[in-house]
């Protein structure tokens, strides 16, 4: 089985300098939301709760990656690559104060996966 979420080495050395700072127990979610945009915004545990309308897709560098559930509809068929981009991206993630920013990038499973 193919994973539905993987990470850049780019995007896990930023998940390592995070971890390093704010401790192990860090978390994704991606939305479709307004105000906390599209990108993978990464939190604390605890700092927003998980619940039916949201969908677990695996770890990232040892962190739970969910996705909303209308978000998930739409990209169910892709895999989910984390990557990272150069500025803040506006968004309410941990990163913010490093200068980079969470950016996800998909690609569209093939027939065999």
């Known amino acids: 089985m193919v994973d539905k979420v993987i990470a850049t080495p780019a995007a ?4 390592e300098l ?8 860090l978390m994704f979610h991606q939305s479709g939301g307004c105000c906390d945009n599209s990108a993978a915004n990464c939190y604390l545990q ?6 039916a309308g949201d969908v677990y897709l695996g770890d ?3 962190c739970p990656f969910y996705i909303g559930r209308a978000q998930y ?3 169910q068929h892709t895999q989910l ?7 803040t991206g506006g968004t309410f993630s ?3 104060p ?13 027939d065999p996966e």
């Open 12 to 15: 896990l050395e930023l998940v």
């Open 98 to 110: 490093e200068g980079r920013a969470f950016h996800t990038r998909s690609r569209v499973f093939n």
């Open 60 to 62: 990232v560098g040892g």
């Open 81 to 87: 690559i984390l990557d990272v981009i150069e500025g």
């Open 18 to 25: 995070l971890k390093a700072k704010h401790g192990p127990g």
């Open 73 to 75: 509809q739409t990209w």
């Open 46 to 51: 605890g700092e927003i709760t998980m619940g």
């Open 94 to 96: 941990l990163e913010g």
